[in-house]
């Protein structure tokens, strides 16, 4: 019984944290979930359906070792302190762990921080409590209810439709996407046209006539505005004001998530494996330390530290006049807005001062992030507004324009956010003014934009469907199980996405919609902050749930299997195209009473050269990505393989193979061998 165990998710964290807390700590890693739902009992779902849904836990495949190594440091330790992940599933990974290592209430503690810094790492041990079981049932809640519609859904899609799976976020969220392509279908274009006045140094656009807005629907209406002009425009109004321009709060993870994509290109996917790289610690030369805060929020809020800090950086690198004011969320708290919003661990670690430890993509990640919340305490940017209104006859034309007075928060954050200089000369009330030219346009109005990474998150949000965590997660799902196609950035549903969400909505329109989809996150809300009972909530959900599908199973037409022209050889029925779990293959059609399956061609082995340990054939292979490698055709016993292609020739100094490099060298695959 020596050191206190410390156990967070991620190996990455471990070096930086244990030295945080010094030597009487061991910090090891649980490797993120260590259990999940059997796939036992009724249905697969892993629960008692008739006991209060009591769920039914086993170790993931592959976590046997990894629960008996942490069982046998635990045992050996004096506290076991659990610091997973500060949101809802890093507390029901916590409870695994104290539920699969045995602790008893004596033995563990529950840590939480929201950074990776030493200062609150240590503070985050003076502060500890238990594990919050209201969060834990919230979580559980979600990952059964995801199980129970997964399951029953998934498999009634696979039989009905050829489609792979369905889920109680995944479709709501397809069901948008194909929402939005029907609303394109139906579009019809309407033509418009507009009149514009062109000035020196500014244009002023058609607005009113006789009182009324310009609504031009044809050429000739447009002439006969034309024709009703003179020459001369008199100065009819001009007004200018000084207005603020207020910056936005710091990032959430939806937030994040649009700004990477339509500011930095960056798929969700990618935004998120990026901000967790920054959040579990970057190796910056003197330290490792977390760079941000936890990404995984949609909390605006901010430290009192930071907020500090902050002022003080602001005060000193730009002046007393850019210190702002710190924004007050409108949104209603609920229990993950106890985190803080995804901000610079220190606003005095520059993205300048850390570049040089970064790839180029995080490097442009955490400059966003680093001036999004350093921006959200600076002062409004000044700017002067002029709107100049122009009398011609019946007519009014308008030009708008602004100049700005004072930067504020745009002298950090011009690069995410420009203020557009547009000036409008000053004029006094009745001045004559003539037009170089006024010109008619033609005009037609726009189908609706699909669906973007960016703005499907976005919606998602405001919609009230998913969580943080499950963004980029739903749209991935989508995508590789062929719903959805990403064509220039927009999301293009798939037919076999629409036939889904339609069968989909033929049978369960009560279930699969945003309302419901909503109001359950509420309820799950509901049931973190001890308001709603778990149990129940699922007992209510399946009883309106299970009918539907039994119906659906009943009434639901079958999709014919599409024939491939050929017959069967073993009975002379039509040979279909059928989707399996590995993909798709070729069968009989008189399945069950014909099981005849068409053998796969195998693809020609392409063989390089011989293998330099056995003396079998280098052949030519490709990773489950699709992207090729030449690896020993005696694999597993042999486990020689390379990437760049093998000349056949060995290594003169080291005997391996010789390779031709991407710059077209041969060179060595082992050695630093060139020839």
Same mark, same amino acid.
């Given at each position: 019984?020596?050191?206190?165990?410390?156990?967070?998710?991620?190996?990455?964290?471990?070096?930086?944290?244990?030295?945080?807390?010094?030597?009487?700590?061991?910090?090891?890693?649980?490797?993120?979930?260590?259990?999940?739902?059997?796939?036992?009992?009724?249905?697969?779902?892993?629960?008692?359906?008739?006991?209060?849904?009591?769920?039914?836990?086993?170790?993931?495949?592959?976590?046997?070792?990894?629960?008996?190594?942490?069982?046998?440091?635990?045992? %050996?330790?004096?506290?076991?302190?659990?610091?997973?992940?500060?949101?809802?599933?890093?507390?029901?990974?916590?409870?695994?762990?104290? @539920? %699969?290592?045995?602790?008893?209430?004596?033995?563990?503690?529950? !840590?939480?921080?929201?950074?990776?810094?030493?200062? !609150?790492?240590?503070?985050?041990?003076?502060?500890?409590?238990?594990? @919050?079981?209201?969060?834990?049932?919230?979580?559980?809640?979600?990952?059964?209810? @995801?199980?129970?519609?997964? $399951?029953?859904?998934?498999?009634?899609?696979?039989?009905?439709?050829?489609?792979?799976?369905?889920?109680?976020?995944?479709?709501?969220?397809?069901?948008?996407?194909?929402?939005?392509?029907?609303?394109?279908? #139906?579009?019809?274009?309407?033509?418009?046209?507009?009149?514009?006045?062109? $000035?020196?140094?500014?244009?002023? %656009?058609?607005?009113?006539?006789?009182?009324?807005?310009?609504?031009?629907?044809?050429?000739?209406?447009?002439?006969?505005?034309?024709?009703?002009?003179?020459?001369?425009?008199?100065?009819?109004?001009?007004?200018?004001?000084?207005?603020?321009?207020?910056?936005?709060?710091? $990032?959430?993870?939806?937030?994040?998530?649009?700004?990477?994509?339509?500011?930095?290109?960056?798929?969700?996917?990618?935004?998120?494996?990026?901000?967790?790289?920054?959040?579990?610690?970057?190796?910056?030369?003197?330290?490792?330390?977390?760079?941000?805060?936890?990404?995984?929020?949609?909390?605006?809020?901010?430290?009192?530290?930071?907020?500090?800090?902050?002022?003080?950086?602001?005060?000193?690198?730009?002046?007393?006049?850019? *210190?702002?004011?710190?924004?007050?969320?409108?949104?209603?708290?609920? !229990?993950?807005?106890?985190?803080?919003?995804?901000?610079?661990?220190?606003?005095?670690?520059?993205?300048?001062? *850390?570049?040089?430890?970064?790839?180029?993509?995080?490097?442009?990640?955490?400059?966003?992030?680093?001036?999004?919340?350093?921006?959200?305490?600076?002062?409004?940017?000044?700017?002067?507004?002029?709107?100049?209104?122009? &009398?011609? =006859?019946?007519?009014?034309?308008?030009?708008?324009?602004?100049?700005?007075?004072?930067?504020?928060?745009?002298?950090?954050?011009?690069?995410?956010?420009?203020?557009?200089?547009?000036?409008?000369?000053?004029? &006094?009330?009745?001045?004559?003014?003539?037009?170089?030219?006024?010109?008619?346009?033609?005009?037609?109005?726009?189908?609706?934009?699909?669906?973007?990474?960016?703005?499907?998150?976005?919606?998602?949000?405001?919609?009230?469907?998913?969580?943080?965590?499950?963004?980029?997660?739903?749209?991935?799902?989508?995508?590789?199980?062929?719903?959805?196609?990403?064509?220039?950035?927009?999301?293009?549903?798939?037919?076999?996405?629409?036939?889904?969400?339609?069968?989909?909505?033929?049978?369960?329109?009560?279930?699969?919609?945003?309302?419901?989809?909503?109001?359950?996150?509420?309820?799950?809300?509901?049931?973190?902050?001890?308001?709603?009972?778990?149990?129940?909530?699922?007992?209510?959900?399946?009883?309106? $749930?299970?009918? #539907?599908?039994?119906?659906?199973?009943?009434?639901?037409? &079958?999709?014919?299997?599409?024939?491939?022209?050929?017959?069967?050889? =073993?009975?002379?029925?039509?040979? !279909?195209?059928?989707?399996?779990?590995?993909?798709?293959?070729?069968?009989?059609?008189?399945?069950?009473?014909?099981?005849?399956?068409?053998?796969?061609?195998?693809?020609?082995?392409?063989?390089?050269?011989?293998?330099?340990?056995?003396?079998?054939?280098?052949?030519?292979?490709?990773?489950?990505?699709?992207?090729?490698?030449?690896?020993?055709?005696?694999?597993?016993?042999?486990?020689?393989?390379?990437?760049?292609?093998?000349?056949?020739?060995?290594?003169?100094?080291?005997?391996?193979?010789?390779?031709?490099?991407?710059?077209?060298?041969?060179?060595?695959?082992?050695?630093?061998? *060139?020839?």
């Amino acid at each position: 019984m020596s050191k206190n165990l410390v156990i967070v998710e991620s190996p990455t964290k471990t070096k930086a944290i244990e030295k945080y807390l010094g030597g009487d700590y061991k910090v090891v890693s649980s490797k993120g979930h260590i259990r999940d739902l059997a796939t036992s009992g009724k249905y697969g779902f892993g629960v008692d359906i008739e006991n209060n849904f009591e769920p039914k836990y086993e170790p993931i495949k592959g976590k046997k070792k990894d629960i008996a190594a942490l069982k046998k440091d635990a045992d %050996a330790s004096k506290k076991v302190y659990l610091a997973t992940d500060p949101d809802r599933e890093g507390e029901a990974i916590s409870w695994h762990l104290k @539920d %699969a290592l045995n602790l008893d209430e004596e033995k563990y503690e529950r !840590v939480v921080f929201n950074e990776i810094t030493k200062n !609150v790492v240590v503070d985050a041990f003076n502060h500890t409590r238990k594990i @919050d079981d209201d969060l834990v049932h919230s979580q559980e809640t979600r990952r059964i209810l @995801d199980r129970i519609i997964g $399951f029953r859904l998934s498999k009634l899609m696979q039989s009905k439709t050829g489609g792979k799976s369905a889920g109680r976020v995944q479709s709501v969220a397809l069901k948008l996407i194909v929402d939005k392509e029907r609303e394109i279908e #139906s579009f019809k274009e309407e033509e418009y046209w507009t009149i514009t006045a062109k $000035f020196d140094s500014f244009d002023a %656009a058609l607005d009113t006539i006789n009182d009324k807005k310009v609504d031009l629907k044809n050429e000739k209406e447009a002439n006969d505005v034309l024709d009703s002009l003179s020459k001369e425009f008199t100065v009819s109004n001009f007004e200018k004001k000084l207005k603020k321009k207020s910056s936005k709060y710091p $990032f959430i993870t939806s937030t994040m998530q649009q700004d990477a994509s339509t500011k930095l290109g960056f798929s969700a996917k990618k935004t998120m494996q990026i901000a967790q790289k920054l959040y579990e610690g970057i190796d910056i030369g003197t330290e490792t330390v977390g760079l941000i805060t936890y990404m995984r929020t949609d909390s605006v809020r901010l430290s009192d530290e930071f907020i500090k800090a902050t002022y003080k950086f602001i005060d000193k690198e730009y002046g007393k006049d850019y *210190v702002g004011h710190v924004k007050i969320s409108k949104k209603k708290d609920n !229990v993950q807005d106890a985190h803080e919003a995804i901000r610079p661990s220190s606003i005095n670690r520059t993205p300048i001062s *850390v570049k040089d430890y970064l790839s180029k993509d995080e490097y442009k990640l955490y400059e966003m992030i680093y001036y999004r919340a350093l921006a959200s305490l600076m002062s409004d940017a000044l700017v002067n507004s002029s709107v100049l209104s122009l &009398k011609n =006859n019946d007519a009014i034309f308008k030009a708008t324009g602004q100049t700005l007075v004072f930067d504020g928060y745009l002298k950090v954050y011009s690069k995410y956010e420009t203020s557009d200089d547009k000036l409008i000369p000053e004029y &006094k009330l009745n001045d004559k003014l003539n037009a170089n030219e006024v010109i008619k346009e033609q005009h037609f109005t726009k189908p609706p934009a699909r669906y973007t990474e960016a703005k499907l998150i976005k919606e998602m949000e405001e919609l009230g469907i998913g969580r943080p965590s499950t963004y980029a997660s739903t749209i991935t799902t989508l995508t590789t199980r062929g719903y959805v196609k990403i064509i220039d950035k927009k999301l293009n549903p798939t037919q076999i996405g629409i036939v889904t969400t339609d069968k989909l909505q033929e049978f369960f329109s009560n279930l699969i919609n945003v309302k419901y989809t909503a109001k359950m996150e509420e309820d799950l809300d509901k049931i973190a902050e001890g308001k709603k009972v778990w149990y129940k909530l699922l007992d209510k959900f399946y009883k309106d $749930f299970e009918p #539907s599908v039994e119906n659906a199973f009943d009434k639901m037409e &079958k999709k014919e299997d599409e024939q491939t022209g050929e017959v069967c050889p =073993n009975c002379g029925r039509p040979m !279909v195209i059928k989707n399996g779990k590995f993909g798709k293959f070729e069968a009989c059609s008189g399945y069950p009473e014909c099981k005849y399956i068409k053998p796969k061609e195998k693809k020609p082995v392409i063989e390089v050269c011989s293998c330099p340990k056995c003396g079998g054939m280098i052949v030519e292979r490709k990773t489950k990505k699709g992207k090729i490698f030449y690896g020993c055709g005696n694999f597993p016993k042999c486990k020689v393989a390379v990437w760049d292609k093998p000349t056949g020739e060995l290594c003169p100094e080291c005997h391996s193979l010789l390779v031709i490099g991407k710059d077209d060298k041969v060179k060595c695959s082992s050695c630093d061998y *060139v020839k």
